[in-house]
C-alpha cells in the first residue's frame, strides 16, 4: 500500500505559540495554572499538560482568587477577560494572533457602524470570543439558507468577517449569498482564514483525489481536522478522523492500494510518525516522498508572559 504525506500538515504557528504558553508557564508560575478552554483542540495534547498537574476550565468560575489563568489560542471575550481580572487573576493570553486579527476588525467595523455578518460556526470557542467582543453588532451565519433569513436590507451598512479554520469552499458558497443579497456588503481588510488552513486544505485538496483513502489526525472538535476530512469526502474519497493509530479499523483497509495521510493544525506529529509506523507495520506501506513545505510563520510567546518571564528571572 502506497502511503502519501501532505505538506503541511500539523502544528500552525499559533498552535506551537499556545503550546509552548503553557510550557513556559509551568517554569515560570508552576502549578496550579489554569487554563480556560482546551489551549488548543486536541485531546493528547490537553491529557499531557493535564497530567504535568494542569487544570482546565470552562468557567472563570472555577478558578480560584489571584490564580494565574492562560486564555486558549481560539481567544475570548471581553467579559471573561473581566471576570478573571474580577478575581484578581494573573492572566496569560495565549490566543493566536490571527484570531486577535478578526476580533480587532469586529471592533473597527462596529465602531464605525457596521452591522458584521460572522461566517462561522456557532458555538465554536472562537465564535464566541468574537461575537463576545461586539455583541450588538454580530450576526452569526453559518449557511446561504441563513443568508437568505437575514432581516438587513440593501440601505445597511453591512461588513463580513469569518471563522479562521472555515473551508475555503463551504465559506465562499456563503459569501457569495451575502454578495448577491447585499452587493454592499464590505469584505474584510485582508483574508481572516489563516494561512496554515488553506495549506492544509490546499494540499489535501492536491491529492485527496488521487488515492482509496484519507486519514486525517486531529481530534472531533477541531474545526480545521474535520474541514480536513469534509474536503477529502467532498472529492470523492473516503476519510477518517482519528486521534491516533489505535482508532485503525482493519475493515478501511479492504481494497485500499494507497492512503493519504493528513493532520489538523493542533496534531502533534508524532502521532502521524506512530501511525504511519502502523501502517507500515500492519499494511505493507511504504511512504512515497513528499517534500516538506516551510510555512516560514513563527509567533512570539504572549507579553504577559514574557513580562512575567522577566520578573522571575
Ligand atoms: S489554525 Fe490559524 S488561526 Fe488557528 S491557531 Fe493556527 S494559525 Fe492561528
Redesign the pocket.
Known amino acids: 500500500m502506497k502511503i502519501l504525506l501532505a505538506s503541511p500538515r500539523g502544528f500552525?504557528?499559533?498552535?506551537n505559540m499556545?503550546i509552548q504558553t503553557v510550557e513556559e508557564a509551568l517554569k515560570v508560575v508552576g502549578r496550579p495554572l489554569y487554563v480556560y478552554h482546551e489551549i488548543?483542540h486536541n485531546r493528547h495534547v490537553v491529557e499531557n499538560f493535564e497530567a504535568e498537574g494542569v487544570t482546565f476550565v470552562d468557567s472563570i468560575d472555577e478558578v480560584p482568587a489571584n490564580a494565574t489563568v492562560i486564555f486558549s489560542?481560539?481567544g475570548v471575550s471581553p467579559a471573561v477577560r473581566q471576570a478573571a481580572k474580577d478575581r484578581g487573576c494573573t492572566m496569560i493570553d495565549a490566543t493566536?494572533?490571527?484570531?486577535t486579527k478578526v476580533h480587532m476588525e469586529a471592533v473597527r467595523y462596529a465602531r464605525q457602524g457596521y452591522k458584521i455578518l460572522l461566517v462561522g460556526h456557532a458555538g465554536h470557542d472562537?465564535v464566541v470570543g468574537t461575537v463576545g467582543e461586539v455583541p450588538d453588532a454580530i450576526t452569526i451565519v453559518e449557511s446561504p439558507e441563513d443568508v437568505e433569513r437575514l432581516p438587513f436590507t440593501t440601505d445597511d451598512k453591512l461588513a463580513y468577517l469569518t471563522q479562521?479554520?472555515l473551508s475555503m469552499d463551504d465559506a465562499n458558497r456563503v459569501i457569495s449569498a451575502i454578495r448577491a443579497k447585499y452587493p454592499q456588503v464590505k469584505d474584510p481588510p485582508s483574508e481572516d482564514i489563516?494561512?496554515?488552513?488553506t495549506n492544509r486544505q490546499d494540499a489535501v485538496r492536491a491529492l485527496a483525489k488521487g488515492v482509496d483513502l484519507v486519514l486525517v489526525v486531529g481530534s472531533k472538535n477541531s474545526s480545521?481536522s474535520v474541514r480536513l476530512t469534509e474536503i477529502s469526502e467532498t472529492d470523492g474519497t473516503p476519510a477518517h478522523l482519528i486521534d491516533d493509530k489505535s482508532e485503525l479499523d482493519p475493515a478501511w483497509f479492504v481494497g485500499v492500494n494507497s492512503v493519504l495521510v493528513t493532520a489538523g493544525?493542533?496534531a502533534p506529529e508524532h502521532l502521524v510518525q506512530e501511525l504511519i509506523d502502523e501502517l507500515q507495520a500492519s499494511y505493507e506501506g511504504v511512504i512515497e516522498a513528499s517534500d516538506a513545505v516551510d510555512e516560514g510563520?513563527h509567533f512570539n510567546l504572549p507579553v504577559s508572559l514574557r513580562i512575567l518571564r522577566d520578573q522571575v528571572a
Not at 96 to 99: A, F, Q, S, T
Not at 194 to 197: K, L, M, S, V
Open positions: 500552525c504557528a499559533g498552535v499556545a488548543v489560542a481560539h493566536c494572533p490571527l484570531v472562537e479562521t479554520t489563516c494561512y496554515a488552513t480545521n493544525a493542533s510563520m
